[in-house]
């Protein structure tokens, strides 16, 4: 049933904004979730939080004039209770159907899309180099960009096409034109906004070595090679070839003080290597990858932060809320880090989660090998992104 096929409940329901209810969550808030998707969906994604409680009971069980007491068992108590759905019509009935039996529930306006929507920047705060560095954060999947802004310039690395008018916006804000967009790799989990940001008057850029993979626009961007550098303000953004996760993989050095590796390397875990070759080709790209961290990212010094592309629920925030740490900090807490090719090998290919959701389309669409309107894109790019090689982190192992 689509959402404006709902009726309006009898009882009026208030709504609840995404944003405050991740507030809360991060505030450690108790807060109490029935998710009314259906099940596959809700086993897919969900929100989470160590102070969340969820449940899921799928919307067609309140169809019914009269909710079943065996429903209603199912459904916790919350304080209030917060409903939701996949874009909110659902869940709007769903509460109006608890409130007429005593429930205390609000409603997530907008739905898991609305959670969606959520996208943060946060200050680096130990970046060091020229200008400010500020990381962007997308709770629901994961994805994490940066903005590099510097004596009236800034670059965006790894744009979300969802959040093109954002970057230009806080650009504006910050009081600096937007000059570059620069995408590590070809992404599995987020459709890139380079291309729409290219259109806009933003240079994008987008690694030479992704040519290979038959990138039909790459003609019309700029290619970044090993070596090269790019001015922004008074800051240098230095290309790092960083191959194992895709042949393409490229890391960005901003500043000198943070290399944005793409998904090379996270602060819990390391790159799966198997979205471009599959699992025949994992082992060598695994063994490209740890050729890869050897030789051109850890011999940076100790001092420099690593930035990913995302984080996951294992993944633990700096005191100043990034998802950043030092190169040194992660070679002393990732032992995948200090072992031996064939044990880092072994290591990554024990335990890889599922493939991120969509991943074939979202691929032929970041290579211009297809298109998607922008809700199409949206949509593609729900759930979790699964670019580590490892569910649980790898630091303190």
Request: some cysteine; glycine content about 8%.
């Amino acid at each position: 049933m689509d959402p404006e096929e709902f009726p309006t409940p009898d009882v009026e329901v208030d709504e609840l904004d995404p944003a405050t209810l991740k507030q809360r969550i991060d505030d450690g808030e108790s807060v109490t979730i029935l998710d009314t998707r259906m099940e596959s969906d809700f086993d897919e994604w969900h929100i989470e939080g160590e102070s969340v409680t969820i449940a899921n009971v799928p919307y067609f069980n309140f169809l019914d004039d009269e909710v079943d007491d065996e429903v209603l068992d199912q459904v916790p108590e919350g304080d209030p209770l917060v409903v939701l759905c996949a874009k909110g019509g659902a869940s709007e009935y769903a509460a109006g159907k608890l409130a007429e039996n005593g429930r205390d529930v609000v409603h997530l306006d907008d739905g898991m899309n609305g959670w969606a929507r959520i996208y943060e920047r946060e200050e680096v705060s130990r970046y060091d180099g020229p200008g400010t560095l500020y990381q962007y954060q997308r709770p629901s999947s994961g994805c994490l960009g940066y903005l590099l802004v510097s004596d009236g310039e800034a670059a965006i690395v790894d744009p979300l096409r969802a959040f093109t008018d954002r970057y230009l916006d806080d650009a504006d804000e910050l009081g600096a034109d937007l000059t570059y967009a620069f995408d590590t790799h070809i992404h599995a989990d987020h459709i890139s906004g380079v291309r729409e940001l290219d259109d806009r008057g933003v240079t994008g850029v987008i690694p030479e070595q992704s040519r290979q993979r038959g990138v039909t626009y790459i003609d019309d961007l700029e290619t970044a090679d090993d070596g090269d550098t790019y001015a922004v303000g008074d800051a240098t953004v230095e290309t790092i070839y960083t191959p194992g996760h895709t042949s393409g993989m490229t890391s960005y050095l901003l500043g000198e003080s943070l290399l944005a590796t793409g998904d090379g390397l996270f602060v819990e875990s390391v790159a799966r290597p198997d979205l471009e070759e599959g699992d025949e080709g994992a082992p060598d790209a695994a063994r490209e990858l740890y050729e890869t961290l050897q030789t051109k990212v850890l011999p940076l010094d100790d001092d420099v932060l690593i930035g990913g592309a995302h984080f996951s629920d294992a993944a633990e925030p700096a005191e100043d809320g990034t998802y950043t740490a030092p190169i040194g900090q992660l070679e002393e807490e990732m032992d995948a880090l200090t072992m031996d090719e064939e044990d880092f090998v072994d290591l990554i290919l024990s335990d890889m989660p599922p493939r991120p959701a969509n991943y074939v389309d979202i691929i032929a669409t970041n290579l211009g090998q297809q298109t998607a309107d922008d809700e199409e894109a949206f949509t593609l790019e729900l759930g979790p992104n699964n670019c580590a090689a490892s569910q649980d982190a790898l630091t303190g192992d």
